[in-house]
């Protein structure tokens, strides 16, 4: 009993990546063709490495503007496989953001809708009394539509946003006798970054941060900072990142052959200890959207600040 209560806790939350500050458009709709260019970004994460059945999230964003009707207008669609246990929650979504140019930056507002899709293996599950009803013996599965959205303003060299993920906190019913109720609460994140320049221009200072938080028991902050290499054929990072009470963690990656990779190591600070800690991959890939211009994969983000 204890064991499942505590996989529906975890269950409920939405995905902690690292690599936040590459999946801007996962974390927050208003990123959404935010710089003018095809963006697909993805990250997978295996937590407490050693552990059996230990959580696996994956993600896949992909956005751009709408060229056809202005720069102003971007979507974008995802997909979040997480699984941990019995547990498997997915998410289908598409989004759309507008730009406004505002007092020397640009003011950005996006909205997303998605579809929730929880499933639980009850077939898993040791029990004493394999007749309890409150247990499913067979894989339930449910769906509900959700609602996120966002805020964002980008300066020069920074840039800061607020959102909110399952803002109409359905409630998904699991299996056909529907005696199992899964609760999904809202979540609320404040994003923000600063580009640092120093003496060499080949090299930049990134600088960011992220809060989440339910606004009641749970919260978790992150912040990180990359010395970036921006070479005449291409980028390299390396980077340090850490969160209070929960992690440190180290960064290295860069620019290959227009493919942005890269590897983070989280080393838990309390809990499980640091050599079971999460391991996490990015890949990225940002073009021009005129797919004839030449040297069309030299570009970074103006989301990686």
Sequence with gaps: MLAMTAVVARAQQDAAFNHYWSLQSFYNPAASGLDGMLNVQGAYALQMAGYEHAPATM???ADLPLWMIGPAHGVGVGFVNDEIGLFSHKKFSLQYAYHQRLWGGRLSAGVRAAMLSESFDGSGLDLIDSNDPAFPTSEANGTAFDLDGGLRYDGRNWYMGVSAMHIMQPKIELGDTKMNEYSVPAAYYLTGGYNISLRNPLLKMQTSAI????????????VSARLVYNGPKGWLY?????SPTVSAAVFIGGDFHGIQLGYCYEAYTSGVGALNGTHELSIGYVTDLNMFKRGKNRHQSVRIL
């Design 211 to 222: 809060v989440r938080s339910d606004l009641e028991s749970s919260w978790r902050a992150d």
């Design 59 to 61: 993600v896949i964003t």
């Design 238 to 242: 390396a980077g340090l990142g850490y």
